[in-house]
């Protein structure tokens, strides 16, 4: 009986791996996406997808203040008034992103909210987001179009 306890020792100990230090395993990933896609106006008046490089995919917030702040040096133009304010307020709800923009619908035209609509849904499909969800874009100002349901008509 005195040989079990002397074969689980062995058992436990013998087991062939030795304990190593800690291993270094680099720098943690950062993700996948180089940056974010904003959309501007091409020179022929049509949507133009931008990559913006940012490091990172970031969220529809962040897109929005880089959207209102212009095209830069690109080549593109955008059918956005410029504001003083980049910040759009975001509520995401099932099947709806609502973004309440510091514009009034006198200073976008319909190319512009197109602009929007791309930028934040291309930003929630890259997020894992589903792809029939819809945009709707609130304006300082009561107008019926703050009601609409949008889609990017670059998506269909």
Do not use: N
């Amino acid at each position: 009986m005195r040989i079990w306890p002397a074969v689980v020792v062995l058992l436990l100990a013998g087991c062939g791996v030795r304990p190593s230090g800690v291993a270094d395993g680099g720098e943690a990933p950062t993700g996948v996406a180089p940056g974010v896609t904003l959309y501007f106006v091409g020179a022929r008046g049509e949507l133009s997808p931008q990559l913006r490089r940012t490091g990172h995919l970031g969220g529809i917030p962040e897109a929005m203040a880089l959207l209102l702040s212009g095209p830069g040096e690109s080549g593109l133009r955008t059918d956005i008034s410029a504001s003083a304010t980049t910040q759009v307020v975001v509520t995401v709800a099932p099947g709806v992103i609502r973004l309440l923009v510091p514009l009034s619908i006198h200073e976008v035209t319909p190319l512009g909210i197109d602009q929007i609509v791309c930028t934040a849904l291309g930003v929630h499909i890259q997020s894992g987001g589903s792809k029939r969800t819809e945009a709707q874009v609130r304006f300082t100002l009561p107008t019926p179009e703050s009601d609409r349901r949008r889609t990017c008509p670059l998506f269909r």
